[in-house]
């Protein structure tokens, strides 16, 4: 409703799609770091524009995937895809936004 009447996004709203992934929360850091490789559970073509919460949580302790090669790929295309899904969010999608608002100073006590 806020998208529609406010901001006047309607089919932008329509459109949108959250996604939740596994994770784990980690007491020592008071914070949920994912279990997965999140680029690899969004399909290549939804892949458009990712804003992503608290992104340092989605980096930090970045599970990396298993990427699938063809049998018969060369060794260049064999590089080239494990390099883009090393790099991660800006090399699966065309638009990365961060949400920062973590409380750092917490983790300054370490």
């Known amino acids: 409703r806020y998208s529609e009447e406010r ?7 329509a459109n949108l799609q959250i996604r939740f992934y596994p994770a784990l929360y980690h007491d020592m850091f008071g914070s949920i770091f994912a ?4 680029c690899s559970i969004i399909p290549q073509d939804e892949a458009d524009v990712a804003i992503l919460e608290e992104p340092e949580h989605l980096t ?4 990396l995937p298993n990427v699938p090669v063809e049998e018969n790929a060369t060794v ?4 080239a895809l494990e390099e883009k899904a090393f790099i991660g969010w800006t090399a699966k999608f065309k ?7 973590t409380n750092y100073s917490a983790y300054l006590n370490f």
């Open 7 to 13: 901001v006047n996004c309607k089919e932008e709203a």
């Open 35 to 38: 279990t997965v490789d999140i």
């Open 60 to 63: 930090w302790f970045r599970c």
């Open 76 to 79: 260049e295309e064999k590089k």
């Open 95 to 101: 638009y990365v936004v961060g949400i920062l608002h």
